[in-house]
């Protein structure tokens, strides 16, 4: 039974850093990928990022792209996603997913929930102005 838990959320202020991790238990060698989604109130959740853990190859959303990144520590079944910049519209709660094995053949980003096994209780990040 995969366990994911979500750390790092706060409170920041506009233009600073936070960096959240997910540590995840009952990984196995067969793990895929993880990824990092977020959801704000009355909104969808919404891809973020994606990485793979055999390789570490990353593909992240972009609306994003540049201000955040995603990497893995495989020693430590921990995957972390590094946020600059933030902005008042990042607050949101924030997933940590995983993805058991690859279901697509060829050059793919899994950006679909379904997509997705398991998940985490998520972590609250809000950011005032």
């Known amino acids: 039974q995969v366990q994911l838990v979500e750390s790092g959320g706060g409170l920041v202020q506009a233009g600073e850093s936070l960096k959240l991790s997910c540590a995840a238990s009952?990984?196995?060698?067969?793990?895929?990928?993880m990824a990092w989604f977020r959801q704000a109130p009355g909104n969808e959740r919404e891809f973020l990022a994606t990485?793979?853990?055999?390789?570490?190859?990353?593909h992240v959303a972009d609306h994003v792209k540049g201000r955040f990144a995603i990497s893995r520590d495989n020693a430590k079944n921990t995957v972390h996603l590094e946020m600059n910049n933030l902005k008042p519209e990042d607050t949101a709660v924030y997933y940590c997913a995983f993805k058991r094995s690859r279901t697509h053949i060829g050059v793919y980003y899994y950006i679909y929930t379904y997509e997705y096994d398991n998940w985490g209780q998520g972590t609250q990040v809000t950011v005032s102005s």
């Open positions: 009952g990984l196995s060698s067969s793990t895929y990928a």
């Open positions: 990485i793979l853990w055999s390789d570490g190859a990353s």
